[in-house]
């Protein structure tokens, strides 16, 4: 009996464990000036010539990030102005990317299982990739909205994510849930709070 015990919390404690690891957060960095009303915003036009982007970056990767910053704003109720003159905000992007060589992921499971006679049964499967390291772009998007009438930032959002080995079709997925997640604290939420 203690041995079914310990193979029950062992279990318990791998489950846990395993609930903890699919937990995602966001790692979306943002800040504002507090003493703006941003309802008062709903033309952009793009700051700068080259989108804040550095000379390096590559530039499908910049297109993606433009088009998805394009229809997000849309969604958010924004157009984009005839001019800068005539825009509410000017948005800036800049991507700083770096490439990585990552070792693929070793991993494991265990399994418990019970029958009618009493018997309990323990599996362990473990799985090791077999080939060498692979090269992953971690990339660090950072968005800025610029207020065209004194030409100040009033808000900041940024994140880092990853690419690797994806068809086009699923890097514009990452850019687009990237930019999506980035601009979804915008507008800011305003937090009370009583001393």
């Not at 080939?131 to 207020?147: F, H, P, Q, R, T």
């Not at 100040?152 to 080995?165: D, E, H, N, T």
Request: glycine fraction near 8%.
């Amino acid at each position: 009996m203690p041995l079914l015990l310990a193979l029950q919390r062992l279990l318990f404690f791998s489950i846990c464990i395993a609930l903890a690891g699919c937990q995602t957060s966001s790692n979306v960095i943002v800040d504002y000036d507090t003493g703006t009303n941003f309802s008062t915003f709903q033309t952009y036009d793009w700051l700068a010539a080259d989108k804040g982007t550095a000379n390096d970056i590559d530039p499908l990767l910049a297109q993606r990030v433009q088009q998805a910053l394009r229809t997000k704003l849309l969604d958010a109720g924004f157009h984009q102005a005839v001019s800068q003159q005539q825009a509410d905000i000017w948005v800036r992007y800049q991507i700083a990317a770096q490439t990585r060589s990552q070792q693929p992921q070793s991993g494991g499971s265990i399994s418990f299982g019970g029958g009618s006679g009493g018997n309990t049964t323990m599996g362990v499967s473990l799985s090791f990739p077999l080939g060498g390291d692979i090269a992953v772009k971690e990339v660090e998007l950072m968005i800025d909205l610029v207020n065209v009438k004194n030409n100040k930032l009033i808000w900041r959002g940024s994140k880092i994510f990853k690419l690797a080995k994806q068809s086009p079709a699923e890097m514009t997925a990452v850019v687009d849930a990237a930019v999506a997640e980035i601009l979804a604290f915008y507008p800011p939420k305003r937090i009370n709070k009583t001393y």
